[in-house]
């Protein structure tokens, strides 16, 4: 929604969120691009970009408090696996 007025939703037909389409989205985590293309295009993205699936723990992106406490309580309970022997 932008200005009150969904951007991709039609306020007719609700789908569920099951159903909808897989999205991409950029985490910036890690960009690998030539200097030259990136100051050209004025963008981390170039012209045919590989995209590789992260889970959705490494693509937790802390932007404010709220995120940095998912990820703590995330990395505490990896750790709490990784000493018990759970990932092997």
Not at 18 to 47: H, K, Y
């Amino acid at each position: 929604w932008l200005d009150g007025k969904p951007i991709n939703y039609d306020t007719s037909k609700h789908t569920r969120s099951q159903e909808l389409p897989d999205v991409v989205a950029l985490t910036f985590g890690c960009s690998v691009i030539s200097r030259e293309l990136m100051q050209a295009r004025g963008n981390v993205v170039g012209l045919n970009p590989l995209f590789v699936k992260l889970h959705d723990t490494e693509a937790l992106d802390v932007d404010t408090m709220f995120d940095f406490s998912i990820a703590e309580v995330l990395y505490k309970e990896q750790t709490a696996r990784t000493t018990r022997g759970a990932y092997r």
